[in-house]
């Protein structure tokens, strides 16, 4: 139970979460999971989960993992308890909750359960609750897992959308190292250094995005290639020179990463590519079943419903293609303050997309 | 039953539809919301927007 110190600071008068909810939020928010070190959160999200009415258990993958009601159909509520790294003080002033993962993605993540529990008894399908882990990470391993069971017949993803807004998309990415490494040579003499050669590589691949991007000619951000150096670094010691670059790119649905792989290779030279992530976008339509109810649920509560597309990855982008069942993300939480020292969530906000999810798992 | 696009003004039949479904326009071909099923009210579909979030 939350302590009276987090309770009398909901705003009166405004949308109060139950107080049950704000301590489940508390406590997962508090516990500190970094990518590969989610154990602890795991097991007190397990906890939480059977104290609910879940059958709840930790999954091979790591995966607090929780099923509840009954039907013919399954609904899998997929979020993710892993955060970036970056300690913010967990505390709750004027009925905001501050702390990492709060909204990416604790807040969607406890709105997945408490939600689930609330419409425990009306369900009519059987409802599974995941917190998977590595989402943060390279390969994300615990939605890759999860990726390999049946597909259920409807997903929604854990991640900060709004409490206002459904979301129908993430672009996807691919990620890389490239190496060069040749006999050092006197700077006065014939050929390009390591570095030259990098630099000349990351132009080239600056260019290769802006010709597909006028291919595509894409009417939106969320269409278009954006390259991205992530780092870059060169040095030697007499003997060899070496020059490496960290590049992303993020890719709209329908980009075929091999055929890019391929033109990076012949790019690259002499040089190796070594690719630390590659998932393709994935994006899913207005007429989703899904929609319907949430629009429904939004406008109950006193929203204006929104589609958002979200320029980054989530593990829609993992289960969508594997699964191929409707599937959207959805969640409280200001996306814009993901992986930032500010990050923090409106409890209002939090419970308004209790409600709705549970008025949408009733209705399915 | 019958609905109005509220963009171009074109009527034009709707079965089985439920409250929150997306259309599109049979003459524009804008997209747009169920708001009621029965009488059938239909308005502009939301757009989509983006941001850069997770």
Redesign the interface.
């Known amino acids: 139970m939350a302590s009276p110190s987090l309770l009398e600071t909901a705003a009166p008068g405004a949308t109060v979460a139950n107080p049950e909810d704000v301590d489940l939020l508390h406590r997962i928010v508090t516990i500190e999971s970094l990518s590969d070190g989610e154990g602890e959160a795991v097991a007190e999200l397990v906890r939480q989960m059977a104290a609910r009415g879940f059958d709840a258990e930790v999954d091979v993958a790591g995966n607090a993992v929780g099923r509840i009601g009954a039907g013919e159909r399954h609904i899998v509520l997929l979020g993710h308890i892993d955060t970036v790294p970056g300690r913010i003080p967990v505390r709750i002033e004027n009925a905001v909750l501050h702390g990492r993962g709060a909204v ?2 604790k807040g969607p993540l406890c709105t997945f359960v408490a939600a689930a529990a609330a419409a425990a008894r009306r369900l009519n399908a059987r409802v599974t609750v995941v917190g998977a882990v590595g989402e943060e990470r390279m390969g994300s391993p615990g939605a890759t897992a999860v990726a390999c069971w049946p597909a259920p017949d409807l997903c929604v993803i854990g ?2 959308s709004g409490w206002d ?1 459904v979301c ?1 998309g ?1 672009r996807g990415t691919l990620s890389f190292i490239y190496e060069l490494v040749q006999p050092s040579r006197h700077t006065a003499g014939p050929g390009e250094s390591a570095a030259e050669q990098a630099v000349a590589f990351w132009n080239g691949i600056v260019a290769h995005a802006a010709a597909l991007n006028a291919e595509i000619q894409p009417t ?3 269409g278009t290639i954006t390259p991205t150096l992530r780092s870059m670094a060169s040095d030697g010691d007499g003997m060899a020179d070496r020059a490496t670059l960290s590049v992303g790119l993020r890719l709209p649905p329908g980009v075929d990463i091999s055929t890019l792989l391929g033109t990076i290779q012949a790019l690259a030279g002499p040089a190796t590519i070594r690719v630390d992530g590659a998932q393709e976008g994935y994006r899913t339509e ?2 989703s079943p899904l ?6 649920a939004i ?1 109950a509560a006193g929203g ?11 593990d829609m982008t993992v289960v969508g293609p594997a699964w191929g069942c409707p599937i959207v993300a959805y969640g409280p939480g ?5 992986h930032t020292p500010e990050e923090r969530i409106e409890l209002a906000d939090y419970a308004r997309a209790i409600r709705v999810l549970t008025d949408v798992l009733e209705a399915l | 039953m019958t609905g109005t696009c509220p963009e171009c003004a074109a009527e034009f039949e709707l079965s089985g539809v439920e409250q929150g479904e997306i259309v599109p326009c049979p003459e524009c071909g804008v997209e747009l919301e169920v708001l009621n099923a029965n009488p059938v009210q239909l308005g502009l579909a939301p757009e989509e927007g983006e941001d850069w979030g997770e």
């Open positions: 990416d993605a991640e900060p807004a129908l993430y939106s951000t969320f207005k007429r929609v319907p109810p949430f629009l429904r406008r204006t419903p929104r589609f958002t597309l979200k320029l980054g990855t989530s200001d996306a814009a303050l993901d």
